[in-house]
């Protein structure tokens, strides 16, 4: 027969271990579906702080010069892309004077990963200082391009104007006024998806619903945001310019 101690000492182990094996089962059980916040699968936000996810895509006269985001990272700078005080000047030409020329001249920042303008999780939010063109002039500051020669959705300037050209097919689009440029000749770009597949554009405070047809809510586009021309031909080089101050993406 053991001896009290003996005994208490037994008990007191075997009490022990079974707190110990309880505490291990909570530890090892899942909380349950409301405790558990998870962020959504694949999800990432991309901003200037860090250029490697993008390239940029260089435009003019008779060839296309891609800038990986490597070297944007290490300092790349040209004529086309710098480096400013306050974020990162873009430049380009307005002249193609070749008819048959599909490539319009642009110097952009693109996001290498494509979105899905109707995912839930898409946002975009820019912040540009655009430099003065003729008032005929179109000057694309944010676009999203299926390829090199189509662009479904696009943003642009045209005098102190802002304006989204929104193609429904291929070649069917419409063209709306979606704000004006703010002192400075700043604009304020906000994109976000909502539910039903349309998505809200809010341009320097000014609100607007874009319907996404369904030839482009289930298409994965390439987000490109910096300068280029649409509509100019000109005998002369006529430069353009704009600042990208902020940009965030999130898809």
Not at 64 to 72: F, M
Not at 190 to 201: E, K
């Amino acid at each position: 027969m053991r001896s009290r101690p003996a005994l208490s000492l037994h008990i007191g182990a075997v009490l022990g271990l079974a707190v110990m094996l309880c505490a291990r089962a909570e530890a090892s059980t899942p909380p349950s579906q409301h405790d558990m916040v998870l962020a959504p699968a694949g999800e990432a936000t991309y901003t200037l702080t860090d250029l490697r996810p993008f390239s940029l895509v260089i435009d003019q006269a008779y060839r296309t010069d891609i800038i990986s985001g490597d070297a944007l990272a290490r300092g790349y700078h040209s004529n086309w892309f710098a480096r400013t005080m306050s974020g990162y000047h873009l430049a380009s030409v307005t002249r193609h004077p070749e008819p048959w020329r599909r490539i319009k001249p642009a110097a952009m920042l693109r996001l290498d990963k494509p979105v899905l303008l109707s995912a839930q999780s898409f946002h975009m939010e820019a912040r540009l200082r655009v430099g003065a063109a003729p008032d005929h002039v179109n000057l694309d500051i944010a676009r999203f391009r299926a390829d090199a020669t189509h662009t479904p959705l696009a943003i642009f300037t045209q005098g102190d104007t802002i304006r989204l050209r929104h193609c429904l097919t291929r070649k069917k689009c419409k063209v709306i006024v979606v704000g004006t440029l703010a002192q400075g000749r700043e604009a304020h770009i906000i994109m976000d998806a909502r539910s039903g597949g349309d998505l809200n554009v809010r341009v320097n405070g000014t609100p607007n619903i874009i319907p996404l047809s369904s030839f482009n809510s289930g298409q994965k586009l390439f987000f490109e945001t910096g300068i280029g021309s649409d509509n100019d031909v000109n005998e002369d080089y006529a430069p353009e310019k704009v600042e990208l101050l902020s940009l965030t993406i999130r898809s």
